[in-house]
């Protein structure tokens, strides 16, 4: 795929929409791969509104997203309540028999809407003032679009054993050229004709611990460890909300209309007059 389309609620080709796909256990609470973490191992594709699963040691499964019939309900994101719409038995049992070896104990839902609906909880918001339940995405942690800087990554690199990806971080964008961590500073960014807002900085869980190849975890609890001895914020307010989570990358918004992104697209920056969250200084 060489472009794609950028709107209010992510990314977006045809039915291939980022985030709107998730697993939830028997009580409709998401799960994630750091709690799975052979989930990376499952590939999904798209064609028209079918969509199609693979995984090791399993036949494919294909779901006609289109003909999903029954009310929606309301799952759960870290607490958030979400729309959903159930994707059915035939592949609640191929999922609970890849990752759980169980006939049943998992759901795959679909989020159902074109705008996002999920509420920012009140103390994430105190922290960062700009997060909007506009911008909060489908099943998307914190904001619908995401970006990672590759002299970040080569960075982190420099004080590792074993070197990571950008894909450790899973982010819809990664840029060229910019020196490592400038992109902490920059207030907005244009990709082609896509205007976005820096909302927050990124902080990162222990899904960064998953290889993105293998779905096996760091032994050595890697990167997750190397960031947090450099990458940690100190301000005391938002430090209240993120902990010890550290940070990689930034979190964005759309402003203004959707638009069209493609593979090579020159990017443009605004560098904030103020200072961004301050981090612990490498060592």
């Not at 709690?35 to 499952?42: A, G, L, R, S």
């Not at 028209?48 to 294909?62: G, H, Q, V, W």
């Not at 995401?146 to 982190?156: C, G, H, Q, R, Y």
């Not at 960064?208 to 890697?222: A, D, H, L």
């Amino acid at each position: 795929m060489k472009e794609i389309e950028c709107t209010k609620l992510g990314l977006r080709s045809d039915w291939l929409r980022d985030r709107t796909l998730m697993i939830t256990d028997l009580k409709r609470r998401h799960l994630m791969p750091r709690q799975f973490p052979k989930m990376v191992n499952i590939s999904p594709e798209f064609s028209d509104s079918i969509l199609t699963l693979r995984a090791p040691d399993m036949m494919s499964i294909s779901i006609d997203l289109a003909q999903l019939c029954g009310k929606s309900f309301r799952a759960t994101v870290w607490g958030q309540a979400v729309p959903a719409c159930d994707c059915g038995e035939e592949v609640a049992r191929w999922l609970s028999h890849f990752l759980l070896q169980k006939d049943a104990g998992l759901r795959l839902v679909y989020y159902p809407l074109n705008r996002a609906t999920k509420e920012i909880n009140k103390s994430y918001q105190s922290a960062f003032p700009l997060l909007t339940m506009m911008h909060s995405g489908a099943y998307t942690n914190d904001t619908s679009f995401s970006l990672i800087n590759e002299a970040s990554v080569a960075d982190l690199n420099s004080r590792l054993d074993e070197p990571v990806t950008p894909l450790n971080f899973r982010m819809n964008f990664v840029v060229k050229g910019p020196s490592a961590y400038e992109e902490d500073k920059w207030e907005w960014v244009k990709i082609g004709d896509v205007i976005l807002k820096n909302l927050k900085p990124c902080t990162r869980c222990t899904f960064t611990t998953v290889n993105p190849e293998t779905g096996i975890k760091s032994t050595k609890f890697e990167p997750l460890k190397t960031l947090r001895s450099y990458r940690q914020i100190t301000d005391p307010q938002i430090r209240s909300v993120v902990r010890d989570g550290p940070v990689m990358g930034i979190n964005l918004g759309l402003q203004g209309p959707n638009g069209i992104i493609r593979i090579g697209d020159p990017v443009y920056v605004g560098i904030s007059e103020e200072e961004a969250p301050s981090l612990t200084s490498s060592s």
